[in-house]
């Protein structure tokens, strides 16, 4: 930038605009970026089908299910009481009689802290399933219905009409791909057991029985859930693992079908807004966007299909809701929305890969495209760049300006930024590793549980990261002016960095992070009054952020988190790494001036 | 037209040429065909058809040029491409051994074909591309899609089924299309080859709309050199066409299990071919469990058969055709069988040997490939030849394979592999592998995905690629012991393989083929960039372009508009200077 002396005048204008106009330039491009992805609702053009052996092929749907559904439901329930648990033996034998290819796949796992209801480490469940072997096909391509079997009643309808619906397709000629109709216990963990087994990976140390049966690679998954006789509406749910999406054409799928049955269909919970531009609709399309990106961002499953798409299966979870509205809907009209989705992806050639993996959903009818959503981030991360230019030029201006400095000096400014760095980076991967590594010998030497181990060890490290600033200190000290600077310099080109690649990862998380990171990483700077920067850092620390995502989530979607119990998921939360990593490095390195 | 046939052998049996007399009573033949009902363990019922045309002369001296019964499309191939033996299976479905028991013949899903060559054939390479390539004109199938890249030329799998004098295995070729799709135009070139059509006997069972209408249907044809008669003296030649196929009565009969020949096929058999000298039907009504009979037939058989059929003792109803008695009480024979009482899964028996294949693993760079090998013979353990052939944009990592039984290492006694060549061959490997008793073999081996060239991609439809089935073959022991058995006198289905002596059966068993997703780039992406380059192109370039070589002119004033000419026209009447 610098080294251009053959035409001096015009960039030292550039620079010297950018110089001047560099904080209401950066205040500019924050706003737009948030302004941007405010405006993404009311642009957000509709959805639509891609994939053409979807779109164009008519499928009618003959089944009848409601009535047979209940009863098999109400006969499951019962065996489900008796047994307390899963009732296996009735299950094997239900799905026999109805001309299925039965397994059992049996499966434990010790937890690291102990269940909440029942205080116990070592889980062991029991998974059924049942394929239904298409005729004339080599069980190369298979589609799969799940229904996690929970504890109490719940999700005994799902049953029921899981039961129902494996009847009606067996007497069906139609079929190119296998169907797999599966049970699991123990929601989450039961469903994550299978699909180990299943694709004899392991991943997570669950002891689980082989599949004596597969039916070649899984296409499509669907989850249900359902817990009353009728229903008012569907609500859907598409996060997966780390912010993981299916395919937008499953869902497109889903929502054609709604259409056509009638059905009422919600996304996060919410109706589509009414049609045309108009104050109402453009905050509930808001807001529905808004719980997306909560969820997302939260890097949690929003429903057994979550643990699908890292098997690049394409899934949702279909959850029946009955609330107070007036008209109701029984379980054949599901039924039937059921049938005619496995009809459509029993039709495709290919596999779903026509439509969008990367979009955010205003509604369940619009969406928002890569393309659309990126430059919101891209506004946030100029601030950073920009503001890292200004210090680049100041530094080299400076030593334009003072011309005599010794090269010595320079070199060894910046090797001063070398501890600093790895002392929080050092910092990052130890809050990553720390708390879930440490937490048995944590809880042999000192009084604690193993839940409560990893929270303390959590929060240790933090307040431990904030004394990195005092012993950052000294070591800054004799770089002056130009010591802050390098340093923040660098800092802000690793935020920009670390930002952008988690946005690729989970776009949600790393715009939340954005918008939170960005303005203290770009404003603060030493001197002045120092306490209000302090608190306006702690506040914005990741960790906080992301406790704030989660509860806020709860708290404004009105519905408890359906999937709880399974902290030992966590772990695998990557993003989260990334997160703690970039925070490390940042705190550290912003700290010492202000703290 | 039956009569018309017969008039023709009449004549050509009784009025030999001069010096032909000879090879007039060489040239005899037999057909013989047998249709066997099996109901399986599921509640299912497997058809299986054997049509076996024996012809006794030397194809090979080349001077046959009349035919009979033998399909002369055939004859002339097997003569003039020095074939040795010829296998050709074309299937649309996989045959469930867990669950339906041994069949009779297995073959993989798709098209599988391997031939012996004769030893005087030079170039096996040629006459195999040329074989293949008649053959798929013949049968209607895509086998002219057999190449080097899926051709492999296995050691121990295949061993010639007929009279051989050496197994030199490279006068072998196997290869197999998993992709294949077999439907009516496959069967009717298959029904052609029969010498009474689908006119008469049991191929007017033959009907297309409800041979595909079931769960699993696979049509063969074997060629294969026999023995003329026990001592061995001269040679015949035998074409078995076979067609097994599984109808599924749980969808089609609302859980109901009888069945009979009218409901799988729609048909009767009203009578014999005339050129059959041999037309049976046999129904396996063994009993499942000592104490009590669970099926019923009928009308009441004309006799019954007992034989012993890979190690199991078997009870056949038989009806004969050609008896007289047969068709005199009724015009049309039905076989009906009823279920005396309903199956439950505690029955189901388990195959002494059976496999599973699978794809490990997630994601687009690795994944392996897992055989599970299934011996559950209570006390004995028996060798397996397993031959696995992989496409080579499957990049085999051959040190990771490991062979597990029981927990502990199982080192194969036999090892072949040849590695794969990119885009000229597959990889080959074939192992003989120990069970032991009541124990699984798990073998795995690690892959990666190759990267191809953009034109390799199948057109955008695509499921994904194929892997072959890989092949199991063995020994089994049998729990009964075999008597040894007049081969020419037993029911065809019994004699394909002949088994080494009493105590064991041959099997060969096909496992899964497998559907792998390669990573593909996004062809949608060049496209885009196409476009946009072009547009790039055409807006800026070739405005600059324009700019660039256009020549300008100062413009002379225009002499105006239409009302200044006008005005000038008059202008000139008057004598006034224009404008």
Same mark, same amino acid.
């Given at each position: 930038?610098?080294?251009?002396?053959?035409?001096?005048?015009?960039?030292?204008?550039?620079?010297?605009?950018?110089?001047?106009?560099?904080?209401?330039?950066?205040?500019?491009?924050?706003?737009?970026?948030?302004?941007?992805?405010?405006?993404?609702?009311?642009?957000?053009?509709?959805?639509?089908?891609?994939?053409?052996?979807?779109?164009?092929?008519?499928?009618?749907?003959?089944?009848?299910?409601?009535?047979?559904?209940?009863?098999?439901?109400?006969?499951?329930?019962?065996?489900?009481?008796?047994?307390?648990?899963?009732?296996?033996?009735?299950?094997?034998?239900?799905?026999?009689?109805?001309?299925?290819?039965?397994?059992?796949?049996?499966?434990?796992?010790?937890?690291?802290?102990?269940?909440?209801?029942?205080?116990?480490?070592?889980?062991?469940?029991?998974?059924?399933?049942?394929?239904?072997?298409?005729?004339?096909?080599?069980?190369?391509?298979?589609?799969?219905?799940?229904?996690?079997?929970?504890?109490?009643?719940?999700?005994?309808?799902?049953?029921?009409?899981?039961?129902?619906?494996?009847?009606?397709?067996?007497?069906?000629?139609?079929?190119?791909?296998?169907?797999?109709?599966?049970?699991?216990?123990?929601?989450?963990?039961?469903?994550?057991?299978?699909?180990?087994?299943?694709?004899?990976?392991?991943?997570?140390?669950?002891?689980?029985?082989?599949?004596?049966?597969?039916?070649?690679?899984?296409?499509?998954?669907?989850?249900?859930?359902?817990?009353?006789?009728?229903?008012?509406?569907?609500?859907?749910?598409?996060?997966?693992?780390?912010?993981?999406?299916?395919?937008?054409?499953?869902?497109?799928?889903?929502?054609?079908?709604?259409?056509?049955?009638?059905?009422?269909?919600?996304?996060?919970?919410?109706?589509?807004?009414?049609?045309?531009?108009?104050?109402?609709?453009?905050?509930?399309?808001?807001?529905?966007?808004?719980?997306?990106?909560?969820?997302?961002?939260?890097?949690?499953?929003?429903?057994?299909?979550?643990?699908?798409?890292?098997?690049?299966?394409?899934?949702?979870?279909?959850?029946?809701?009955?609330?107070?509205?007036?008209?109701?809907?029984?379980?054949?009209?599901?039924?039937?929305?059921?049938?005619?989705?496995?009809?459509?992806?029993?039709?495709?050639?290919?596999?779903?890969?026509?439509?969008?993996?990367?979009?955010?959903?205003?509604?369940?009818?619009?969406?928002?495209?890569?393309?659309?959503?990126?430059?919101? /981030? !891209? +506004? %946030? &991360?100029?601030? @950073? *760049? $920009?503001?890292?230019?200004? #210090?680049?030029?100041? =530094?080299?201006?400076?030593?334009?300006?003072?011309?005599?400095?010794?090269?010595?000096?320079?070199?060894?400014?910046?090797?001063?930024?070398?501890?600093?760095?790895?002392?929080?980076?050092?910092?990052?991967?130890?809050?990553?590793?720390?708390?879930?590594?440490?937490?048995?010998?944590?809880?042999?030497?000192?009084?604690?549980?193993?839940?409560?181990?990893?929270?303390?060890?959590?929060?240790?490290?933090?307040?431990?990261?904030?004394?990195?600033?005092?012993?950052?200190?000294?070591?800054?000290?004799?770089?002056?002016?130009?010591?802050?600077?390098?340093?923040?310099?660098?800092?802000?080109?690793? /935020? !920009? +960095? %670390? &930002?952008?690649? @988690? *946005? $690729?990862?989970?776009?949600? #998380?790393?715009?939340? =992070?954005?918008?939170?990171?960005?303005?203290?990483?770009?404003?603060?700077?030493?001197?002045?009054?120092?306490?209000?920067?302090?608190?306006?850092?702690?506040?914005?620390?990741?960790?906080?952020?992301?406790?704030?995502?989660?509860?806020?989530?709860?708290?404004?979607?009105?519905?408890?988190?359906?999937?709880?119990?399974?902290?030992?998921?966590?772990?695998?939360?990557?993003?989260?790494?990334?997160?703690?990593?970039?925070?490390?490095?940042?705190?550290?390195?912003?700290?010492?001036?202000?703290? | 037209m039956a009569a018309a046939v017969l008039l023709l052998l009449l004549l050509t049996a009784a009025g030999p040429g001069p010096g032909q007399a000879d090879a007039g009573r060489e040239r005899r033949g037999a057909l013989r065909e047998e249709l066997?009902?099996?109901?399986?363990?599921?509640?299912?019922?497997?058809?299986?058809f054997q049509f076996r045309t024996r012809w006794d002369a030397d194809l090979q001296r080349g001077a046959v040029s009349h035919y009979r019964l033998f399909p002369k499309a055939l004859g002339r191939l097997v003569a003039a491409l020095g074939v040795r033996e010829l296998h050709l299976?074309?299937?649309?479905?996989?045959?469930?051994?867990?669950?339906?028991?041994?069949?009779?013949?297995?073959?993989?899903?798709?098209?599988?074909?391997?031939?012996w060559?004769q030893?005087?054939?030079?170039?096996?390479?040629?006459?195999?591309?040329?074989?293949?390539?008649?053959?798929?004109?013949i049968?209607?199938?895509?086998?002219?899609?057999?190449?080097?890249?899926?051709?492999?030329?296995?050691?121990?799998?295949?061993?010639p089924l007929g009279l051989a004098n050496?197994?030199?295995?490279?006068?072998?070729?196997?290869?197999?299309?998993?992709?294949?799709?077999?439907?009516?135009?496959?069967?009717?070139?298959w029904k052609k080859l029969l010498p009474c059509g689908s006119k008469a006997g049991l191929a007017v069972?033959?009907?297309?709309?409800?041979?595909?209408?079931?769960?699993?249907?696979?049509?063969a044809v074997h060629i294969r050199p026999i023995c003329r008669d026990a001592s061995c003296l001269a040679m015949s030649w035998e074409l078995r066409q076979t067609l097994?196929?599984?109808?599924?009565?749980?969808?089609?009969?609302?859980?109901?299990?009888?069945?009979?020949?009218?409901?799988?096929?729609?048909?009767?058999?009203?009578d014999t071919c005339p050129l059959a000298s041999q037309s049976k039907v046999?129904?396996?009504?063994?009993?499942?469990?000592?104490?009590?009979?669970?099926?019923?037939?009928?009308?009441?058989?004309?006799?019954?058969?007992?034989?012993?059929?890979?190690?199991?003792?078997?009870?056949?109803?038989v009806?004969d055709l050609l008896s007289p008695?047969?068709?005199?009480?009724?015009?049309?024979?039905?076989?009906?069988?009823?279920?005396?009482?309903?199956?439950?899964?505690?029955?189901?028996?388990?195959?002494?040997?059976?496999?599973?294949?699978?794809?490990?693993?997630?994601?687009?760079?690795?994944?392996?490939?897992?055989?599970?090998?299934?011996?559950?013979?209570?006390?004995?353990?028996?060798?397996?030849?397993?031959?696995?052939?992989?496409?080579?944009?499957?990049?085999?990592?051959?040190?990771?394979?490991?062979?597990?039984?029981?927990?502990?290492?199982?080192?194969?006694?036999?090892?072949?592999?040849?590695?794969?060549?990119?885009?000229?061959?597959?990889?080959?490997?074939?192992?003989?592998?120990?069970?032991?008793?009541?124990?699984?073999?798990?073998?795995?081996?690690?892959?990666?995905?190759?990267?191809?060239?953009?034109?390799?991609?199948?057109?955008?439809?695509?499921?994904?690629?194929?892997?072959?089935?890989?092949?199991?073959?063995?020994?089994?022991?049998?729990?009964?012991?075999?008597?040894?058995m007049d081969v020419e006198q037993s029911p065809l289905f019994t004699s394909l393989f002949p088994?080494?002596?009493?105590?064991?059966?041959?099997?060969?068993?096909?496992?899964?083929?497998?559907?792998?997703?390669?990573?593909?780039?996004?062809?949608?992406?060049?496209?885009?960039?196409?476009?946009?380059?072009?547009?790039?192109?055409?807006?800026?370039?070739?405005?600059?372009?324009?700019?660039?070589?256009?020549?300008?002119?100062?413009?002379?004033?225009?002499?105006?508009?239409?009302?200044?000419?006008?005005?000038?026209?008059?202008?000139?009447?008057?004598?006034?200077?224009?404008?």
């Amino acid at each position: 930038m610098g080294g251009t002396p053959k035409y001096p005048e015009a960039p030292q204008s550039m620079g010297g605009l950018l110089l001047q106009l560099n904080t209401p330039l950066c205040i500019l491009s924050y706003l737009s970026g948030l302004t941007w992805f405010l405006l993404l609702p009311a642009l957000a053009p509709r959805t639509y089908l891609s994939e053409n052996a979807m779109g164009s092929t008519m499928v009618g749907e003959g089944s009848d299910l409601g009535a047979r559904a209940l009863a098999l439901a109400r006969d499951f329930g019962g065996h489900k009481r008796k047994a307390g648990g899963m009732p296996v033996a009735w299950l094997e034998q239900a799905m026999f009689q109805l001309g299925l290819e039965v397994h059992v796949q049996p499966f434990s796992r010790t937890l690291p802290f102990p269940d909440e209801a029942h205080e116990r480490y070592l889980v062991r469940g029991t998974n059924v399933f049942g394929v239904l072997r298409a005729p004339r096909a080599a069980s190369t391509e298979a589609l799969l219905l799940l229904v996690p079997c929970s504890e109490g009643s719940k999700n005994n309808q799902a049953v029921g009409l899981l039961l129902a619906l494996a009847g009606y397709c067996r007497g069906q000629v139609y079929w190119a791909k296998d169907l797999i109709f599966l049970v699991t216990e123990h929601d989450l963990l039961g469903t994550q057991a299978w699909l180990e087994a299943y694709h004899d990976v392991n991943l997570t140390d669950i002891q689980s029985g082989g599949i004596p049966g597969r039916a070649g690679a899984i296409q499509a998954a669907l989850a249900l859930e359902l817990s009353s006789d009728v229903v008012t509406s569907v609500d859907v749910a598409v996060e997966g693992l780390n912010g993981q999406l299916p395919n937008l054409d499953l869902l497109n799928l889903f929502h054609s079908f709604c259409l056509k049955s009638g059905l009422l269909c919600t996304f996060q919970g919410k109706l589509p807004p009414p049609e045309g531009p108009s104050g109402p609709a453009y905050a509930q399309s808001l807001r529905t966007l808004g719980l997306m990106v909560l969820g997302q961002a939260g890097g949690g499953p929003g429903g057994a299909h979550g643990l699908f798409l890292r098997f690049r299966i394409e899934a949702l979870t279909l959850r029946g809701i009955n609330s107070f509205r007036q008209h109701k809907f029984d379980l054949g009209v599901l039924g039937r929305t059921l049938e005619g989705m496995f009809r459509k992806l029993n039709n495709l050639l290919e596999r779903l890969h026509q439509s969008y993996f990367l979009y955010l959903l205003p509604s369940l009818s619009r969406f928002v495209s890569i393309g659309s959503y990126v430059p919101s /981030l !891209a +506004l %946030l &991360l100029l601030v @950073l *760049a $920009l503001r890292a230019l200004d #210090l680049w030029m100041r =530094l080299s201006r400076g030593e334009e300006g003072e011309g005599e400095t010794p090269p010595g000096e320079a070199r060894g400014s910046l090797l001063w930024l070398v501890p600093p760095i790895l002392v929080s980076w050092g910092a990052g991967t130890a809050l990553y590793l720390l708390p879930v590594r440490g937490q048995a010998v944590a809880t042999q030497h000192f009084p604690v549980g193993e839940a409560e181990a990893v929270v303390l060890a959590l929060i240790g490290i933090y307040v431990a990261g904030m004394a990195l600033p005092h012993s950052t200190h000294r070591a800054l000290s004799g770089g002056g002016q130009r010591g802050w600077m390098s340093l923040k310099l660098v800092a802000l080109l690793a /935020l !920009a +960095l %670390l &930002l952008s690649c @988690l *946005a $690729l990862l989970n776009f949600s #998380l790393g715009f939340l =992070l954005g918008a939170t990171l960005v303005p203290p990483a770009a404003a603060v700077r030493p001197g002045g009054n120092r306490l209000p920067l302090a608190i306006l850092l702690v506040l914005t620390t990741p960790g906080w952020s992301l406790f704030l995502v989660v509860s806020g989530w709860s708290q404004v979607s009105l519905t408890p988190l359906p999937i709880a119990g399974c902290p030992w998921l966590c772990s695998w939360f990557s993003p989260r790494r990334v997160c703690r990593c970039s925070w490390g490095s940042q705190g550290s390195q912003r700290g010492p001036r202000c703290l | 037209m039956a009569a018309a046939v017969l008039l023709l052998l009449l004549l050509t049996a009784a009025g030999p040429g001069p010096g032909q007399a000879d090879a007039g009573r060489e040239r005899r033949g037999a057909l013989r065909e047998e249709l066997l009902l099996s109901p399986l363990p599921t509640g299912d019922v497997a058809a299986t058809f054997q049509f076996r045309t024996r012809w006794d002369a030397d194809l090979q001296r080349g001077a046959v040029s009349h035919y009979r019964l033998f399909p002369k499309a055939l004859g002339r191939l097997v003569a003039a491409l020095g074939v040795r033996e010829l296998h050709l299976a074309l299937t649309q479905g996989f045959w469930r051994t867990r669950y339906w028991g041994q069949p009779p013949l297995q073959a993989p899903a798709g098209a599988e074909l391997w031939v012996w060559f004769q030893p005087t054939v030079t170039d096996v390479d040629k006459a195999w591309k040329e074989l293949s390539n008649i053959l798929s004109g013949i049968f209607c199938a895509s086998l002219n899609f057999i190449d080097s890249t899926n051709t492999v030329i296995p050691t121990a799998s295949f061993k010639p089924l007929g009279l051989a004098n050496g197994t030199d295995h490279h006068l072998l070729r196997y290869a197999v299309l998993p992709r294949e799709v077999v439907c009516t135009e496959n069967l009717t070139p298959w029904k052609k080859l029969l010498p009474c059509g689908s006119k008469a006997g049991l191929a007017v069972l033959l009907k297309a709309e409800r041979l595909f209408h079931s769960s699993y249907h696979s049509q063969a044809v074997h060629i294969r050199p026999i023995c003329r008669d026990a001592s061995c003296l001269a040679m015949s030649w035998e074409l078995r066409q076979t067609l097994t196929v599984v109808f599924d009565f749980f969808s089609s009969g609302q859980g109901k299990k009888d069945w009979s020949l009218f409901k799988m096929f729609s048909r009767t058999l009203t009578d014999t071919c005339p050129l059959a000298s041999q037309s049976k039907v046999y129904v396996d009504i063994s009993p499942k469990n000592k104490e009590k009979e669970l099926l019923e037939v009928s009308p009441p058989p004309t006799s019954v058969h007992e034989a012993i059929v890979q190690g199991d003792r078997r009870t056949y109803a038989v009806y004969d055709l050609l008896s007289p008695s047969l068709f005199n009480t009724s015009r049309s024979l039905n076989v009906q069988l009823k279920w005396k009482r309903p199956q439950d899964s505690s029955e189901m028996p388990i195959p002494t040997l059976h496999a599973q294949r699978y794809v490990g693993g997630y994601g687009l760079q690795t994944g392996e490939i897992c055989t599970l090998i299934y011996n559950t013979h209570p006390y004995r353990a028996f060798p397996v030849i397993l031959l696995e052939t992989v496409p080579w944009y499957l990049r085999l990592y051959v040190h990771t394979l490991t062979i597990i039984t029981k927990g502990k290492e199982n080192k194969p006694s036999y090892i072949h592999y040849q590695p794969a060549q990119d885009r000229s061959r597959p990889h080959l490997l074939e192992m003989l592998i120990q069970l032991p008793a009541n124990s699984v073999t798990k073998i795995t081996i690690q892959f990666e995905r190759a990267l191809l060239k953009w034109t390799e991609y199948p057109p955008d439809p695509n499921h994904g690629f194929y892997v072959g089935s890989s092949v199991l073959s063995a020994l089994v022991p049998s729990v009964t012991a075999m008597k040894d058995m007049d081969v020419e006198q037993s029911p065809l289905f019994t004699s394909l393989f002949p088994s080494s002596d009493g105590s064991s059966y041959f099997v060969r068993l096909y496992t899964e083929p497998l559907l792998v997703n390669l990573p593909t780039p996004d062809f949608s992406m060049p496209y885009n960039v196409i476009c946009l380059t072009c547009t790039v192109v055409a807006v800026c370039y070739g405005s600059f372009y324009n700019l660039l070589t256009r020549t300008f002119h100062v413009e002379e004033p225009s002499r105006g508009g239409l009302a200044k000419r006008l005005a000038n026209v008059i202008r000139k009447f008057r004598g006034v200077p224009p404008l």
